[in-house]
């Protein structure tokens, strides 16, 4: 999953409940699935049906299903009430994660599941008795108010059994999974060149169990995670290529190649790997009473994937029917539940700007003002279409709206959540500026917006998909293009690239410097990598860069 579904308003919601302590309303034990790979971990136990629950929990933990990964390891004790490692499954998965933070309704059964596994571990192995130790000291009740210093108390004791077990897989796994919950998302510095601290340790602890098991998809899924916002995500490409299959029949885990398919410029295999994760989840729905927050958040994270992989390899289609769908697959009530759901809800508006006509743009319906970040971009889809009528009166009205929720909505809860939304909205407001001064005949005013809009977008946060769901380069190359800076144009392509390898849109205005110059070797060679790229059909109208 990515940062926009770090769940982060955790007293919220009629979710709650059900995502925290997962699996309740699922009555009888959950079946043994046959399409979650053969991951295996031997752990202090007579009963093979606790074991084979118990390695279905790590599974679906590593897959982070983490709801269905408790049920797992709640069959395994009913089978082996003394088998300590699996309560202290179920103490790992009620914890925090990267993608949602420890909830208050957790914490009881979490604390109480690691006194469990601390009252069995007498029997257990040496490095059974490292885990349980260390899941130990991640709770605390009542928890401290800043649940951050458990957090790093459970990093520093996976460390130490990390350095005993150096060569137990699960072990180092889960010491790096450790510290990325210490400072989620966060591991490289803004431009990805410079890792954060912990994020060296936790990249060689991954490498390490790749080297000897490339297929581990536990470790394979984490270093996705860990290099996905570096300068090097093409360092996970091998492993992203092995890991669907490893667990074909978890959504999550087939939806992952995508984080580095996108990064990397594959667009295609981006959106087939979510197409795939999408009909294993509806498959897994069909049979399952499935966590709704793993319903609500990590399905309709596939959903978009397809849609803003199909928007930048210029499959139109494709793109309108995925916002369709991601519209649908998000109810008001979890949107309102957790603000990080916002840029998710708004994101089909992207597909039409980029795909619909103008009519359509400008007869979008009005959404209502309860999701700040959904309003703006409707009022940027109504800018952008009134610019393509030539209606620039009207255009400006939407951009003066969207001026006036800069100044004033409140977007607290979106900050607070991680949402850098002023920003976002900013670079709307520029980009619906820099269309409307085109429509105008403006052409250095465009260019000016243009490039706040770049220089706004290159302070983004890193997050896939990215908050801003195109490269605005190519808008700014483009109307470089239009003014007859072919030089600059071709700079601001290129550099476009540089960030978004295989970008089509930015391979087609580089096409048009080549074909105003007459160089028509450039030209043919760039041709060839657009068409190894680009989804659509024929060349895209320079306007929609």
């Known amino acids: 999953m990515t940062r926009p579904l770090l769940l982060a308003q955790a007293e919220t919601a009629p979710f709650r409940t059900e995502r925290t302590v997962p699996g309740q309303p699922a009555a009888g034990p959950p079946p043994l699935y046959d399409n979650l790979g053969t991951l295996h971990m031997a ?4 009963s093979p049906r606790a074991q084979a629950y118990f390695d279905q929990g790590l599974r679906l933990a590593f897959a982070f299903n983490h709801a269905e990964a408790a049920r797992a390891f709640r069959a395994a004790q009913q089978a082996d009430p003394a088998c300590a490692m699996c309560h202290w499954g179920e103490a790992l998965v009620l914890g925090p994660n990267i993608n949602a933070p420890m909830f208050p309704d957790a914490v009881a059964p979490a604390v109480a599941a690691a006194k469990r596994a601390v009252r069995h571990a007498a029997r257990a192995t040496p490095v059974e008795q490292a885990l349980i130790g260390a899941v130990a000291r991640r709770y605390a009740a009542p ?5 951050g210093k458990l957090d790093k108390a459970y990093a520093t004791a996976m460390a130490a059994a990390a350095r005993a077990f150096p060569n137990d897989d699960t072990v180092q796994v889960l010491y790096a999974e450790a510290l990325m919950d210490v400072s989620p998302w966060n591991y490289w510095e803004q431009g990805g060149s410079r890792p954060r601290p912990g994020t060296a340790e936790m990249v060689a602890a991954l490498e390490r169990v790749l080297q000897r098991n490339p297929t581990h998809p536990g470790a394979a899924h984490y270093y996705i995670h860990a290099v996905e916002a570096s300068t090097q995500p093409d360092k996970a490409l091998p492993y992203a290529r092995e890991l669907a299959r490893q667990m074909p029949g978890a959504g999550h885990i087939v939806h992952m190649p995508s984080h580095i398919y996108y990064r990397v410029g594959l667009y295609r295999d981006a959106l087939e790997s979510n197409q795939a994760a999408i009909a294993a989840d509806e498959a897994y729905f069909a049979g399952a009473a499935s966590d709704p927050v793993y319903r609500g958040a990590y399905y309709p994270h596939n959903i978009h994937f397809v849609m803003v992989s ?15 769908k991601l519209d649908r697959s998000l109810s008001p009530a979890l949107v309102k539940a957790f603000a990080m759901m916002q840029p998710v809800k708004a994101a089909p508006y992207f597909s039409h700007v980029q795909f619909s006509s103008p009519e359509t743009l400008v007869a979008l319906p009005d959404p209502g003002p309860d999701f700040v970040l959904v309003k703006a971009m409707w009022h940027y889809a109504r800018a952008v279409g009134y610019a393509r009528k030539g209606a620039v009166a009207e255009g400006m009205g939407e951009v003066a709206a969207l001026a006036a929720l800069e100044r004033r909505a409140d977007f607290k809860p979106l900050t607070e959540a991680g949402v850098p939304a002023p920003d976002i909205v900013r670079t709307a407001r520029a980009v619906a500026t820099g269309r409307l001064a085109e429509a105008r005949g403006k052409q250095p005013a465009a260019l000016q917006a243009y490039q706040e809009a ?8 890193y997050t896939e998909p990215p908050y801003w769901y195109y490269p605005v380069r190519q808008s700014l190359g483009a109307a470089q293009l239009r003014a007859g800076q072919l030089d600059a144009a071709e700079q601001t392509f290129r550099a476009s690239l540089a960030r978004t390898p295989s970008n089509g849109w930015a391979l087609r205005g580089l096409m048009e410097v080549y074909r105003q110059r007459g160089d028509a070797a450039a030209l043919a060679a760039t041709r060839k990598r657009f068409d190894g790229t680009w989804l659509g059909q024929g060349l895209p109208a320079l306007s929609l860069l």
């Open 143 to 147: 928890p401290p108010a800043d649940r």
């Open 310 to 324: 199909a928007l930048m390899g210029g499959d139109g289609r494709t793109a309108l029917d995925s916002a369709a």
């Open 454 to 461: 770049v220089d706004v977008q290159d302070s983004l946060p």
């Open 43 to 46: 752990v202090t136990t007579d």
